[in-house]
């Protein structure tokens, strides 16, 4: 038996990246999965590569009205919600000076206004059904540390990671678990639009301890063990799935870097 038999997960963002990635691999472990996109076409091809235990439906996660009509066909089609993976993010590269008020708006309204949305919407459905869930919100390590030319991406994902404690502890005496996830680079068209070889991508990664970029299904695996009974005692956790990099960085010139012994 799979590790979510019997359970239904709504899965954000979920039709390429880290989020089809978690609905294949949620779908492998049991799960009824709804791939919720702007992406239609990539989302109606990976309900129909995932079969009848998924459906696609198109969602803007910055709309109340979308997510009521995703919970609505959700219920339709499976007859409740479990888990729910709030995945769906953007990222956009710019300086404060040169970020408008329509840019921050945009990042905060789909990364964490989304967010927001999908706890709200979701977790009103698991406490008036008596359902004993799991949300997994998908953060970043730019949730944890600050880094230039990510104003609205930083401010966002801290924001995540601040109104998942706030949920964990609002929901968790209803048997609603919340936690964070916190990637660092992910081999994913968000973080290597120019298809880079994953070699190449590594290069830059070659001073944090894994020396490496992850790969999707690194972080699924994560998702999974929070959505999964496994995880029935963990809520309001962070988790860090950054192959070290906020341990720090090696310092090339002294003992115990790569290559130094």
Request: charged share 20%; proline share 3%.
């Amino acid at each position: 038996m799979g590790r979510l038999q019997g359970k239904t997960a709504i899965i954000t963002g979920g039709a390429r990246g880290m989020g089809a990635a978690t609905s294949r691999l949620f779908v492998a472990e049991g799960a009824n999965v709804v791939i919720a996109d702007i992406l239609d076409e990539e989302g109606q091809a990976l309900a129909s590569e995932l079969g009848e235990a998924a459906l696609f439906q198109h969602h803007d996660v910055s709309s109340e009205e979308s997510w009521q009509a995703v919970l609505e066909a959700t219920v339709a089609r499976f007859g409740g919600v479990q888990v729910l993976v709030n995945n769906a993010g953007v990222l956009m590269f710019k300086s404060i000076l040169d970020t408008s008020k329509a840019d921050y708006e945009r990042v905060l309204g789909i990364n964490l206004v989304g967010t927001f949305l999908g706890v709200k919407t979701i977790a009103r459905h698991m406490v008036e059904t008596g359902v004993a869930g799991s949300i997994v919100n998908i953060s970043s390590v730019d949730g944890m540390k600050g880094c230039n030319a990510l104003s609205a991406y930083a401010s966002s994902k801290w924001g995540v990671r601040g109104l998942t404690q706030v949920a964990a502890m609002e929901f968790g005496h209803r048997g609603i678990r919340v936690n964070s996830v916190h990637p660092g680079g992910v081999n994913t068209v968000m973080s290597n639009p120019f298809e880079q070889p994953k070699d190449q991508i590594d290069k830059a990664y070659r001073d944090i301890p894994l020396q490496r970029i992850s790969e999707p299904e690194e972080v699924a695996r994560v998702s999974l063990f929070l959505a999964s009974d496994d995880a029935s005692y963990v809520t309001g956790e962070e988790v860090k799935v950054d192959g070290g990099l906020l341990i720090g960085r090696y310092y090339d010139t002294l003992p115990g870097a790569p290559d130094k012994g």
